[in-house]
């Protein structure tokens, strides 16, 4: 075998070997199941119903003190009423007897707009009372809920997390035997797929779901070329390389 057919077999061994370790770190991480997408979903939930909640509180302070001032405007406008009915007793002509009037006509209707104003705001008070109390308890079921989802999840790191702390190791030293234009490749296939997957083993004269002529079957097999699907530019190893290259990868 020549020196550059000994290279490129090392290079399809040390890829094998990457593409074998990140399947495993996957198969980890995977361990998890949803629950971080569901962590992540009760939290945005419990936040966006906390903004709510909020909301409707300072709604609610609004309506209180808008409440306040209609009650005070009702306050002063009797007590001026009183003050210009006692003032009408003492006038000395008719001119300023109708002037206090429409004073009085005037207080008048400021209570009953103020009045309208409580009575409107009785609705509001109510419904967002409701609204409340209902967001409270929504927000108590999600922190029992995040509680839950949160142990069950610290359960399963605690399996997984040395795991994956000795396959990133393991990582890191396949890495290292791989050409950086090589390296550059793989990483753009593993991101271009869904499954991570640069590197495929040829099984039954197939890889990746994907028939592989004879010819280039036999290619494949003497391991002295990089050779790309067709289809899809993933890599393709003959299973028995693949097996050999990845025997002692066991966590």
């Known amino acids: 075998m020549s020196t550059t057919e000994t290279k490129i077999s090392s290079q399809l061994r040390a890829l094998i ?25 009760l939290e945005d939930e ?4 906390q903004t709510r909640t909020n909301n409707i509180r300072q709604e609610q302070e609004d309506i209180e003190q808008s409440r306040r001032r209609s009650e005070f405007d009702i306050e002063e406008a009797e007590a001026l009423i009183k003050k210009y009915e006692e003032q ?13 009037t429409k004073e009085i006509e005037a207080q008048n209707e400021r209570i009953h707009e103020a009045k309208e104003l409580i009575a409107g705001t009785e609705g509001s008070l109510e419904t967002n009372a409701s609204q409340i109390e209902e967001a409270q308890q929504r927000l108590s079921d999600l922190e029992k809920m995040l509680e839950d989802k949160r142990t069950q999840l610290e359960g399963v790191l605690l399996t997984t997390e040395q795991k994956k702390k000795e396959l990133e190791t393991l990582r890191g030293d396949a890495e290292a035997l791989v050409d950086e234009r090589y390296l550059r490749a793989y990483q753009r296939l593993r991101n271009r797929y869904r499954d991570g997957r640069a590197v495929v083993r040829l099984r039954r004269g197939a890889a990746g779901g994907f028939a592989v002529p004879p010819q280039r079957q036999m290619e494949i097999r003497q391991r002295n070329r990089i050779i790309p699907c067709e289809h899809t530019g993933r890599i393709i190893v003959d299973s028995e390389f693949y097996e050999q290259a990845t025997s002692d990868l066991v966590v």
């Open 88 to 100: 009408q007793l003492q006038v000395r002509n008719n001119r300023e007897y109708d002037a206090l």
């Open 17 to 41: 070997r990457l593409q074998h370790i990140d399947t495993l770190i996957y198969q980890v991480v995977k361990e998890q199941g949803d629950l971080p997408e569901e962590i992540r979903d």
């Open 46 to 49: 419990s936040a966006g119903l």
